[in-house]
Protein backbone atom coordinates (compact mmCIF):
# COMPACT_ATOMS: atom_id res chain seq x y z
CA UNK A 1 0.00 0.00 0.00
CA UNK A 2 1.23 3.50 -1.02
CA UNK A 3 2.00 5.72 1.56
CA UNK A 4 -0.50 7.82 0.79
CA UNK A 5 -3.15 5.38 0.76
CA UNK A 6 -2.39 4.33 4.23
CA UNK A 7 -2.47 8.20 5.82
CA UNK A 8 -6.25 8.17 3.88
CA UNK A 9 -7.02 4.83 5.22
CA UNK A 10 -5.81 6.36 8.93
CA UNK A 11 -8.12 9.28 8.40
CA UNK A 12 -10.73 7.50 8.04
CA UNK A 13 -10.58 5.17 11.08
CA UNK A 14 -10.12 8.42 13.02
CA UNK A 15 -13.50 9.78 11.37
CA UNK A 16 -14.73 6.70 12.82
CA UNK A 17 -13.79 6.43 15.82
CA UNK A 18 -14.47 10.13 16.88
CA UNK A 19 -18.11 10.25 15.41
CA UNK A 20 -18.53 6.85 17.41
CA UNK A 21 -18.86 8.25 20.80
CA UNK A 22 -22.65 10.37 20.97
CA UNK A 23 -22.31 13.68 22.78
CA UNK A 24 -23.50 14.08 26.42
CA UNK A 25 -26.47 16.26 24.87
CA UNK A 26 -27.01 14.12 22.00
CA UNK A 27 -27.13 11.27 25.02
CA UNK A 28 -29.38 13.12 26.97
CA UNK A 29 -31.85 13.62 24.03
CA UNK A 30 -31.66 9.96 23.57
CA UNK A 31 -32.38 8.73 26.56
CA UNK A 32 -33.85 11.32 29.42
CA UNK A 33 -37.64 10.21 29.55
CA UNK A 34 -37.26 7.31 27.38
CA UNK A 35 -36.52 3.26 28.04
CA UNK A 36 -33.57 1.51 26.53
CA UNK A 37 -34.70 -2.28 25.65
CA UNK A 38 -31.51 -4.76 25.10
CA UNK A 39 -28.75 -6.67 26.07
CA UNK A 40 -26.39 -6.06 28.49
CA UNK A 41 -23.37 -8.54 29.72
CA UNK A 42 -25.23 -11.45 28.39
CA UNK A 43 -28.92 -10.65 29.90
CA UNK A 44 -31.49 -8.79 28.33
CA UNK A 45 -32.71 -5.59 30.30
CA UNK A 46 -35.16 -2.25 29.87
CA UNK A 47 -33.98 0.92 31.74
CA UNK A 48 -36.49 4.05 32.45
CA UNK A 49 -33.92 7.31 32.22
CA UNK A 50 -36.19 9.58 34.47
CA UNK A 51 -35.67 13.45 33.88
CA UNK A 52 -35.07 13.60 37.35
CA UNK A 53 -31.94 11.97 36.91
CA UNK A 54 -33.30 7.86 38.32
CA UNK A 55 -32.99 5.31 36.11
CA UNK A 56 -35.77 2.29 36.82
CA UNK A 57 -35.55 -0.97 36.17
CA UNK A 58 -37.04 -4.45 37.37
CA UNK A 59 -34.49 -4.94 39.79
CA UNK A 60 -35.37 -0.99 41.13
CA UNK A 61 -33.91 2.20 40.87
CA UNK A 62 -31.01 4.61 41.06
CA UNK A 63 -28.90 7.60 40.43
CA UNK A 64 -27.54 8.57 36.72
CA UNK A 65 -26.04 11.48 35.31
CA UNK A 66 -24.95 12.24 31.79
CA UNK A 67 -21.63 13.96 31.40
CA UNK A 68 -18.62 14.18 29.05
CA UNK A 69 -17.66 10.47 30.23
CA UNK A 70 -21.03 8.90 29.18
CA UNK A 71 -23.94 7.39 30.93
CA UNK A 72 -22.53 7.41 34.91
CA UNK A 73 -23.73 5.82 37.80
CA UNK A 74 -22.60 7.40 40.34
CA UNK A 75 -22.17 5.28 44.23
CA UNK A 76 -22.39 1.62 42.15
CA UNK A 77 -20.03 -0.26 40.87
CA UNK A 78 -20.90 0.37 37.15
CA UNK A 79 -19.10 3.55 36.58
CA UNK A 80 -19.50 4.79 33.24
CA UNK A 81 -20.68 3.99 29.58
CA UNK A 82 -20.07 5.38 26.44
CA UNK A 83 -22.94 4.75 23.71
CA UNK A 84 -23.55 5.79 20.39
CA UNK A 85 -27.13 6.46 19.44
CA UNK A 86 -28.01 6.11 15.59
CA UNK A 87 -31.91 6.60 15.24
CA UNK A 88 -33.23 4.43 17.89
CA UNK A 89 -30.49 2.32 18.18
CA UNK A 90 -27.74 2.75 21.05
CA UNK A 91 -24.64 0.55 21.64
CA UNK A 92 -22.86 0.67 24.62
CA UNK A 93 -18.88 1.29 25.30
CA UNK A 94 -16.74 0.68 28.07
CA UNK A 95 -13.11 0.73 28.18
CA UNK A 96 -13.60 1.01 24.09
CA UNK A 97 -15.45 -2.77 23.99
CA UNK A 98 -18.56 -2.70 22.71
CA UNK A 99 -21.01 -3.97 26.19
CA UNK A 100 -24.51 -4.38 24.97
CA UNK A 101 -26.91 -3.08 21.63
CA UNK A 102 -30.41 -2.13 22.17
CA UNK A 103 -33.33 0.14 21.31
CA UNK A 104 -34.47 3.35 22.58
CA UNK A 105 -38.39 3.28 23.14
CA UNK A 106 -39.88 6.56 23.50
CA UNK A 107 -41.22 7.33 26.70
CA UNK A 108 -41.84 4.60 29.60
CA UNK A 109 -43.82 1.92 28.03
CA UNK A 110 -43.26 -0.58 30.86
CA UNK A 111 -44.22 2.12 33.32
CA UNK A 112 -41.35 1.52 35.77
Not at 20 to 33: C, F, I, N, T, Y
Not at 48 to 59: I, Q, R, V
Not at 66 to 79: D, K, Q, R
Request: some cysteine.
Amino acid sequence: MTRLALMTCGLLLLAQSAWAQSSADELKAALVGNTFQGGMGGGAYSSYFGPDGKYHDKDGSGDYTITALGVCYPNTNFGCYQATVKGDQLEWFQDGKSQGTGTIVKGNPLNF
